[in-house]
């Protein structure tokens, strides 16, 4: 099963997405855009970018768990991971996200 980018409204009234692998878990997630075609320009960039390792920084948060930024070629980050408790579960979601991201449908929720 694929991966789903699922298309949302926040609580404050911006577009945001998230990127899931095939088994439901969240592998990465968008701030916030002003308009939906925003989000969607987004969902396309991570798309494009995914596939590149030099697209992704890994990084070490303040609470010694591990993350990573998928960034676009203008070094803007496109989408955040969530927090790991190793750098091998880290590394894990990337190749998740480079699996899952280039073919994943779109879909709206509410």
């Known amino acids: 099963m694929s991966g789903t980018f699922e298309v949302y409204e926040d609580k404050a009234g911006e577009y945001r997405f998230r990127l899931k692998?095939?088994?439901g878990q969240a592998i990465l997630a968008s701030e916030g855009y002003k308009d939906k075609s925003g989000c969607?320009?987004?969902i396309e960039s991570v798309k494009k970018n995914a596939p590149d390792d030099a697209r992704y920084e890994s990084?070490?948060?303040a609470a010694g768990k591990f993350m990573f930024n998928l960034k676009a070629g203008n070094h803007q980050v496109i989408g955040s991971s969530q927090s790991y408790s190793t750098a091998?579960?880290?590394d894990n979601g990337i190749e998740s996200v480079k699996n899952n991201a280039p073919?994943?449908?779109?879909v709206e929720v509410a």
């Not at 073919?103 to 779109?106: L, M, P």
């Open 21 to 23: 692998a095939g088994n």
């Open 40 to 42: 969607l320009n987004g």
């Open 59 to 61: 990084k070490d948060t």
């Open 88 to 90: 091998a579960s880290r």
């Open 103 to 106: 073919d994943a449908k779109v």
